[in-house]
Every structure is written in C-alpha cells, then in structure tokens.
C-alpha cells in the first residue's frame, strides 16, 4: 500500500530527526508479491521516485517461500538450482546491504 508506506516513511524520518538519532539512517524499498510486467508495478516505481528513497527491487509471488518457511528455511539455505530466480532477485538487495 503506497499510502501506507510513505507515512511509515515520514513516520521513521521523524523519529530520527526529533530523537537525535545517532546513526546514519538507511531505507531501501522492496516490493513483494510483485510482477514487474504490470501496470500496478509501474505506478509503484513512479511513487517510489517521489519519496527519493532507492529502490532495491522486487520479490516475486512464489509458493518456495511459504514451503521455506514452514520448514523454517529461507532460499540461501537450499540448493541455489532450486530457488535460482528468487536468488537473482535478492542479489541487488544483498548488494545494497553490503554496502551499508
């Protein structure tokens, strides 16, 4: 919800301002359960761009995630063949999160 995620998005850049938050702040976007071919993606990536916030890409709607987890798993703990497209999308995301 684009509503809802540039108010948590203000919510969270005003608590850092108001309590001197000692850190520095990092917020990247992801979408889940998405399909980039779609018209609802392109409006989200055009709202994204107004918040100024980086994008780190999107996470398509699979079944692997909620087999992965009902055995307590995620897609770096099987073997790379079996979740190859959901490793290609969370590369950029872990890229990002090397760099922090």
């Keep these: 919800d684009m509503f809802a995620t540039k ?3 203000d919510d969270v850049q005003d608590f850092v301002k108001t309590n001197k938050w ?7 976007l992801i979408g889940t359960r998405m ?3 779609t018209l609802a ?4 990536h055009q709202f994204v761009q107004t918040l100024g916030i980086p994008w780190l890409g999107s996470l398509r ?3 692997n995630y909620l087999h992965l987890a009902a055995h ?3 897609v770096f703990d099987v073997a790379p063949s079996r979740v190859e497209k959901d490793l290609a999308q969370w590369q950029p995301i872990c890229d990002w999160l090397g760099k922090l």
Aim: aromatic share 4%.
């Design 72 to 74: 307590g798993l995620t």
């Design 22 to 28: 000692p850190h520095k702040l990092h917020i990247g």
């Design 61 to 63: 709607n699979t079944q």
């Design 7 to 9: 108010a948590f998005v």
């Design 41 to 44: 993606a392109e409006k989200l």
């Design 35 to 37: 399909d980039e071919r």
